[in-house]
Structure formats: structure tokens, C-alpha cells
């Protein structure tokens, strides 16, 4: 007989590639079903973060997980909606679904999905809390090289003062990505204090999806900007940014510690 967690486990891999799935579909469609995919694969992807989080060290630390990401995520977003702090002007269409405040209520789970595997990447390259804590920022903060100009494109929010930007993405204002950064770092310490907080559910926990999950928005996030949405410099500066965690990542992956 299969138990709650043997069942959550095997939910994982399933969930990682429905959403792998998802992304690969994004670029082919359009209109209110790219709307409603880009919905689902938030989901689906903060899903599977949570799922590896439950069954590699423990329901507690999911939850921990779910708290110290979405919680500061969505309060930075309401924040940042009603006063411009700290990522710049901006307000959201309808076009995620129900809003709070303004703030689609789908993007807490945004800072959910791609901090946990931030996080884990980070803990795979250094050592320190410290480190961990800049290593997993950066790598969460740069992901939204790619994102911020995708979903701009895609009609979901609209920056007010778009300038200065970065060349080639006039669409986004650099105070985002620092914002972005500022907010990473904060969600990242608390992502690691949860993790070394702990109490170990595995002794070496199998952490290959959330790494391939990684790496494929990595990579996939720079073919499709660059290839298919027509977002070559964005695709260039995501591609760029992420690849100073991602890079020597994939190194420690193919020629070990």
C-alpha cells in the first residue's frame, strides 16, 4: 500500500514535467490561453518546489518554505504597487486573475516557485550561510532578466517610468532589478534559515529536479525569448545574469566536488 508520502514523492517528477511542458507550449500560443498557461505554470512549478521540499526534509520546512517566500514576495508586490518601493511604478492588468490589493494573488506564488530551487543551487556551490544567502539571491534575482520583460510584452503589468533601462529592454526600469535584488536577498535568508533549521528528513536528499528545473529555465527562458518572443537582448542579459550561478553550477554537475 502507497502512503501519503510515497504518493507525494512520485508527485514531483510528474509536476516538473507538466511544467516543463507548460513552458515549452508558452511561446506556441497566444491571447487568453497564453494568460491562463502562464497561471497554470506558476502553479504547477511552485507545486513541485513544495512537493520536494515535503518529501526531502519534511512538511515542516515546506510550509516554512511556502511562509518565508510567498508571504515577503506578495507584501514586497503590494508595497511596490501602492507606493513604487522599492521596484519602481507599476500596476498589473487583470490578465493573472483575482487580485489583492491590486496584486494578482498567483504571484506569491512566483517568489515560491524559483526560490527553492535558487536556493538549492546555492547550497550546492558554497558553504557558508552568508554565501548561500548572495549565491541563491543573485540566482533568484536574475531569473527576472528574463521574466520581467516577457510578461511586459505579454500585457501583464505596465511600468510607469520605464527609463533608465537596460540597452535593449526599454520596457523595464533598472529600479526593478533592484528591487528585485533587495527582495531576492531577503526571501534567500529566509529560505536558508529554514533549510538549516531543519530537522533532516534524508541524509542526502535527492535534489535533481529542482536542479533540472534550474537549468531548463535557464536555458529554455534564453531559446524562447531569444528564438520565439522576439526578446533577443532580454534573452541575452537573462542568459548572462543567471549564468554566473549557473555556469559554474553545471560544472560542479559534470565534474563533481
Not at 555556469?247 to 560542479?252: G, Q, S
Amino acid at each position: 500500500m502507497v502512503d501519503a508520502g510515497e504518493r507525494l514523492g512520485r508527485s514531483v517528477p510528474l509536476l516538473s514535467g507538466l511544467t516543463i511542458a507548460g513552458q515549452i507550449g508558452y511561446p506556441l500560443v497566444h491571447g487568453a490561453t497564453r494568460d491562463r498557461l502562464t497561471v497554470a505554470v506558476v502553479v504547477l512549478f511552485a507545486a513541485a518546489s513544495l512537493a520536494h521540499a515535503a518529501t526531502s526534509r519534511g512538511v515542516r520546512l515546506a510550509v516554512g518554505l511556502l511562509a518565508v517566500t510567498a508571504v515577503p514576495g506578495f507584501a514586497a508586490e503590494l508595497l511596490g504597487v501602492h507606493t513604487g518601493v522599492p521596484f519602481g511604478r507599476y500596476t498589473y492588468t487583470d490578465a493573472l486573475g483575482v487580485r489583492l490589493g491590486g496584486v494578482p494573488v498567483v504571484i506569491a506564488l512566483a517568489w515560491t516557485m524559483f526560490a527553492w530551487p535558487a536556493a538549492l543551487v546555492a547550497r550546492r556551490l558554497v558553504r557558508t550561510y552568508r554565501a548561500r544567502v548572495l549565491v541563491g539571491g543573485w540566482a533568484l534575482a536574475s531569473w527576472d532578466l528574463f521574466l520581467d520583460p516577457q510578461l511586459v510584452a505579454a500585457g501583464h503589468w505596465r511600468w510607469r517610468f520605464p527609463a533608465p533601462h537596460l540597452p535593449g529592454v526599454d520596457t523595464v526600469p533598472l529600479t526593478n532589478y533592484l528591487g528585485w535584488l533587495l527582495v531576492a536577498l531577503i526571501v534567500s535568508a529566509g529560505v536558508q534559515a529554514v533549510v538549516d533549521g531543519r530537522n533532516p528528513a534524508a541524509a542526502s536528499p535527492d535534489d535533481r529536479w529542482p536542479y533540472a528545473l534550474f537549468v531548463w529555465t535557464w536555458l529554455s527562458s534564453t531559446l524562447a525569448l531569444g528564438a520565439f518572443l522576439h526578446l533577443g537582448a532580454a534573452a541575452a542579459w537573462g542568459f548572462a545574469g543567471m549564468a554566473l550561478v549557473a555556469v559554474p553550477f553545471v560544472r560542479t554537475v559534470v565534474v563533481g566536488r
